[in-house]
Nanobody, 126 residues
Framework: VQLQASGGGLVQAGGSLRLSCAAS????????MGWFRQAPGKEREFVAG????????SYEDSVKGRFTISRDNAKNTVTLQMNSLKPEDTAVYYC????????????????????WGQGTQVTVSS
């Protein structure tokens, strides 16, 4: 499956951005999806994940209550709504996909994902 992330940009602290990830090449359903981010000099970290049914989600502690992950299987897209952005959210954001068996299966570790998008830059100014 090919993944194309978009929606990044420059925003002031407290603002919002909506990232989208479009999947193509294989049926989107049966793929758990995730968003990761990598800031300069830091390791790639998990941000949010969603099962292929959409029933299960998981968030990194620092984004809970501010970020929301969702998916539209009919449109082969997964979205990350980011509100109340902080300068420490500045990073390149990547979407990722992994084929799973269970409708509620999630993946939270980067090595668990087989497919990655190219990344989109999010910069939050103070």
């Amino acid at each position: 499956v090919q993944l194309q992330a978009s929606g990044g940009g420059l925003v002031q602290a407290g603002g919002s951005l909506r990232l989208s990830c479009a999947a193509s090449g294989r049926p989107f359903i049966k793929y758990a999806m995730g968003w990761f981010r990598q800031a300069p000099g830091k390791e790639r970290e998990f941000v949010a994940g969603i099962s292929w049914s959409g029933d299960s989600t998981s968030y990194e502690d620092s984004v809970k209550g501010r970020f929301t992950i969702s998916r539209d299987n009919a449109k082969n897209t997964v979205t990350l709504q980011m509100n109340s952005l902080k300068p420490e959210d500045t990073a390149v954001y990547y979407c990722a996909a992994d084929l799973v068996w269970g409708a509620r299966d999630l993946r939270v570790g980067a090595p668990e994902y087989d497919y990655w998008g190219q990344g989109t830059q999010v910069t939050v100014s103070s």
